[in-house]
Nanobody, 121 residues
Framework: QVQVVESGGGLVQAGESLSLSCVAS????????MAWYRQAPGKERELVAI???????DYAESVKGRFTVSRDNAKNTMYLQMNTLKPADTAVYYC???????????????WGQGTQVTVSS
């Protein structure tokens, strides 16, 4: 089927930078939008950034100007460059990919297992 795998999380201090990656693999026929979500303890999962198949992007207000989402279509990979990190950015970051597979060619969202980002003050 489809595997979505995030990497790059870790522990940083406030003001520092961190980069996340997400790869979609398996029976991928078509990869459309990809998105980063995050969930902090006791809070609901929220959309952080989304990038469509043409490279159009949108961001949560809380990360605009600090985070940049990009993708490499040849590698089915999405990136999230996070600058000027704040303790409020601490969360598990999840990747979601909108994929049609070779099995039935229907577009579905697939999720990764998440990667922890911790920002200390």
């Amino acid at each position: 089927q489809v595997q979505v795998v995030e990497s790059g999380g870790g522990l940083v201090q406030a003001g520092e930078s961190l980069s996340l990656s997400c790869v979609a693999s398996g029976t991928v026929f078509k990869l459309d939008s990809m998105a980063w979500y995050r969930q902090a303890p006791g809070k609901e999962r929220e959309l952080v950034a989304i990038i469509d198949g043409s490279g159009g992007t949108d961001y949560a207000e809380s990360v605009k100007g600090r985070f940049t989402v990009s993708r490499d279509n040849a590698k089915n990979t999405m990136y999230l460059q996070m600058n000027t990190l704040k303790p409020a950015d601490t969360a598990v970051y999840y990747c979601a990919a909108e994929v049609a597979t070779y099995i039935d060619y229907r577009m579905r969202w697939y999720w990764g297992q998440g990667t922890q980002v911790t920002v200390s003050s």
